[in-house]
T-cell receptor, first 117, second 114 residues
Framework: DTEVTQTPKHLVMGMTNKKSLKCEQH?????MYWYKQKAKKPPELMFVYSYEKLSINESVPSRFSPECPNSSLLNLHLHALQPEDSALYLC????????????????FGPGTRLTVL | DAKTTQPPSMDCAEGRAANLPCNHS???????VYWYRQIHSQGPQYIIH???NNETNEMASLIITEDRKSSTLILPHATLRDTAVYYCIVRPSAGGTSYGKLTFGQGTILTVHP
């Protein structure tokens, strides 16, 4: 199984709502990533988890709260978002990036398209 | 991390080779060149990567110049399904938190015509 799955595919939420995005992989990868992609722009890294621990936070506002409950699952909890947070949220996974590995590419999911009203 | 420069768009006829250039003149000795593509409404997809030598896989070939300041991704027989945004990314070889970061540039929109 070389697939990263993301749910839901689409999400519409109000600024006072609390919602969560879910990402799952069963490739035995120990690094997982959240990216944000605005329309017609490249993906931008938000968070990186390695062995279920947060390794990189790219100065993301606290209204985005990541969680990695186990090595296969990655969540992104959303609270009090703004309309400008509307974007495609991409999850990715890879082997542990801390070790030297020639084949350490990131596998991306299809993304969740989020609209904040 | 080294920055990359790519043409914003390119066209290619179906069945012909698509040659996508990338400039990375500030690349350092321990940085790889990676290529990803993103087909409309999908997540990015890994294509190929290299350090010094040319590389080939079932999807594409990667030609890196001897001074490593530029590279070319070659899709030998482009099809309509190859229409996508192609990203050239430079990343450290291993170790440290920066290795986990894929920094995407603006990419090249490749359009394959019938």
């Amino acid at each position: 199984d070389t697939e990263v799955t993301q749910t839901p595919k689409h999400l519409v939420m109000g600024m006072t709502n609390k919602k969560s995005l879910k990402c799952e992989q069963h490739m035995g990868h120990r690094a997982m990533y959240w990216y944000k992609q605005k329309a017609k722009k490249p993906p931008e890294l938000m968070f990186v988890y390695s062995y279920e621990k947060l390794s990189i936070n790219e100065s993301v506002p606290s209204r985005f709260s990541p969680e990695c409950p186990n090595s296969s699952l990655l969540n992104l909890h959303l609270h009090a978002l703004q309309p400008e947070d509307s974007a495609l949220y991409l999850c990715a996974s890879s082997q542990d990036f801390r070790t030297s590995s020639w084949y350490n590419e990131q596998f991306f999911g299809p993304g969740t398209r989020l609209t904040v009203l | 991390d080294a920055k990359t420069t790519q043409p914003p768009s390119m066209d290619c006829a179906e069945g012909r080779a698509a040659n996508l250039p990338c400039n990375h003149s500030t690349i350092s000795g321990n940085e790889y060149v990676y290529w990803y593509r993103q087909i409309h409404s999908q997540g990015p997809q890994y294509i190929i990567h290299g350090l010094k030598n040319n590389e080939t896989n079932e999807m594409a070939s990667l030609i890196i110049t001897e001074d490593r300041k530029s590279s070319t991704l070659i899709l030998p027989h482009a099809t309509l399904r190859d229409t996508a945004v192609y990203y050239c990314i430079v990343r450290p070889s291993a170790g440290g938190t920066s290795y986990g970061k894929l920094t995407f540039g603006q990419g090249t929109i490749l359009t394959v015509h019938p």
